[in-house]
């Protein structure tokens, strides 16, 4: 049964107006987002537009200055700069770094533990999580993305494309509602590339609420559901994959896509 939090129409994110500055550098100028359940949201733009940016203030690795994050319906952060805007508490950081789970350009695996371990560490340790069950889930995650066989080895063992689906079995294995994944395959060759997104395709079809950063137009117009493009901060163009790479409105828009493909 659907809970008033689990409700298929309430997001599992939204950002409202969202600006983020570091120091004088204004990063973020007023963005609004929202991840709906069971939809994949694909942010593109150029290097330096405040992608990363955006993914990190989402899920609060980041503090932000201005903005709302409201999260399944619960608003964690709102408007208005100084007292009147509340800081999330350690419990609403823990719950929204749980269920927003990040899978990073650099796979960001723990050297020193196997595949498993590392899988398991944050169900466990951060989440308190049943051990046994853990690795019962861990397992079945880690077969799902096809390296079943690697759990007793250490990532250094493994290639880049075997690391990045160990990273996101492990985002998995928190079980979370949305994951977000920020250049998932731009550290990979090419050949390693594609056995990622191939498992990125493949959680795009169950159902998964996801927020993907990439550089590779063709994925996102492949499996997203909306794109969003960002410049210099703010949202310059938005919309269904067909209509945002098919027929691009914004000069910008148009200017970044004949030069990425
Ligand atoms: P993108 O992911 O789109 O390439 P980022 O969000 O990483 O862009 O960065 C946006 C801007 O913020 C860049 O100008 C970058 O130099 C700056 N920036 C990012 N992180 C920091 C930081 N920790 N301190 C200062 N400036 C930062
Ligand atoms: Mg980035």
Same mark, same amino acid.
């Given at each position: 049964?659907?809970?008033?939090?689990?409700?298929?129409?309430?997001?599992?994110?939204?950002?409202?107006?969202?600006?983020?500055?570091?120091?004088?550098?204004?990063?973020?100028?007023?963005?609004?987002?929202?991840?709906?359940?069971?939809?994949?949201?694909?942010?593109?733009?150029?290097?330096?537009?405040?992608?990363?940016?955006?993914?990190?203030?989402?899920?609060?690795?980041?503090?932000?200055?201005?903005?709302?994050?409201?999260?399944?319906?619960?608003?964690?952060?709102?408007?208005?700069?100084?007292?009147?805007?509340?800081?999330?508490?350690?419990?609403?950081?823990?719950?929204?770094?749980?269920?927003?789970?990040?899978?990073?350009?650099?796979?960001?695996?723990?050297?020193?533990?196997?595949?498993?371990?590392?899988?398991?560490?944050?169900?466990?340790?951060?989440? %308190? +999580?049943?051990?046994?069950? !853990?690795?019962?889930?861990? *397992? /079945?995650?880690? &077969?799902?993305?096809?390296?079943?066989?690697?759990?007793?080895?250490?990532?250094?063992?493994?290639?880049?494309?075997?690391?990045?689906?160990?990273?996101?079995?492990?985002?998995?294995?928190?079980?979370?509602?949305?994951?977000?994944?920020?250049?998932?395959?731009?550290?990979?060759?090419?050949?390693?590339?594609?056995?990622?997104?191939?498992?990125?395709?493949?959680?795009?079809?169950? %159902? +998964?609420?996801?927020?993907? !950063?990439?550089?590779?137009? *063709? /994925?996102?117009? &492949?499996?997203?559901?909306?794109?969003?493009?960002?410049?210099?901060?703010?949202?310059?163009?938005?919309?269904?994959?067909?209509?945002?790479?098919?027929?691009?409105?914004?000069?910008?828009?148009?200017?970044?896509?004949?030069?990425?493909?």
């Amino acid at each position: 049964m659907l809970t008033k939090d689990s409700n298929s129409a309430t997001p599992v994110i939204e950002i409202r107006d969202l600006h983020k500055s570091y120091g004088d550098l204004e990063v973020l100028k007023g963005v609004s987002m929202i991840a709906p359940r069971g939809h994949v949201t694909s942010l593109i733009g150029s290097s330096g537009s405040g992608k990363s940016t955006l993914l990190r203030c989402a899920n609060l690795l980041e503090d932000s200055q201005q903005g709302e994050i409201i999260f399944n319906g619960e608003p964690i952060l709102w408007k208005g700069a100084g007292l009147d805007r509340r800081p999330a508490d350690r419990k609403q950081v823990t719950r929204i770094r749980t269920n927003l789970s990040m899978v990073f350009q650099q796979f960001n695996l723990w050297a020193h533990m196997t595949i498993l371990q590392n899988v398991m560490e944050a169900p466990v340790t951060v989440m %308190g +999580r049943d051990k046994a069950e !853990v690795e019962e889930k861990a *397992r /079945m995650y880690l &077969d799902k993305v096809g390296i079943g066989d690697k759990c007793d080895v250490y990532p250094a063992q493994m290639s880049g494309g075997q690391q990045q689906r160990a990273a996101i079995a492990r985002a998995l294995c928190m079980e979370p509602q949305a994951l977000l994944f920020d250049e998932p395959t731009s550290a990979l060759d090419p050949e390693l590339e594609q056995e990622v997104i191939k498992v990125i395709k493949a959680l795009a079809e169950e %159902g +998964r609420t996801m927020i993907i !950063v990439t550089h590779d137009m *063709r /994925m996102a117009a &492949d499996i997203s559901d909306h794109v969003v493009f960002l410049h210099k901060g703010l949202i310059e163009e938005e919309g269904h994959p067909s209509d945002l790479f098919g027929n691009p409105k914004s000069e910008r828009l148009k200017q970044f896509l004949s030069a990425t493909v």
